[in-house]
Nanobody, 125 residues
Framework: QVQLVESGGGLVQAGGSLRLSCAASGRTFSRYTMGWFRQAPGKEREIVAAISWSGSSTYYADSVKGRFTISRDNAKNTVYLQMSSLKPEDTAVYYC??????????????????WGQGTQVTVSS
């Protein structure tokens, strides 16, 4: 079992930056594909970014490409999402998730096995 705890959310003005962190319990974190997702009110949960177990492969949704960066530190059991040039449409609850079976990148929400509780990001205009 893996427990994921997100932190770093908050209120920021448009154009600002935030860094989200996701701390994982368990000794097998380094084997998992990790993803960041978000869900805005009235919308489905969508993938934002994903990173392979080694960190060598990453994926970004078109809406965040060039503005967000996903990274991981396997020694610290932590995955990060650096968000820059934030826009009001980035407002959502952000979740990190772990996929224990996929090698490489996984963009399919339903295939992730473990989820954090989420952290709110609000971008004011």
């Amino acid at each position: 079992q893996v427990q994921l705890v997100e932190s770093g959310g908050g209120l920021v003005q448009a154009g600002g930056s935030l860094r989200l962190s996701c701390a994982a319990s368990g000794r097998t974190f380094s084997r998992y594909t990790m993803g960041w997702f978000r869900q805005a009110p009235g919308k489905e949960r969508e993938i934002v970014a994903a990173i392979s177990w080694s960190g060598s492969s990453t994926y970004y949704a078109d809406s965040v490409k060039g503005r967000f960066t996903i990274s991981r530190d396997n020694a610290k059991n932590t995955v990060y999402l650096q968000m820059s040039s934030l826009k009001p449409e980035d407002t959502a609850v952000y979740y990190c998730a772990a996929d224990r079976t996929t090698l490489g990148i996984n963009t399919r929400t339903r295939e992730y096995d473990y989820w954090g509780q989420g952290t709110q990001v609000t971008v004011s205009s």
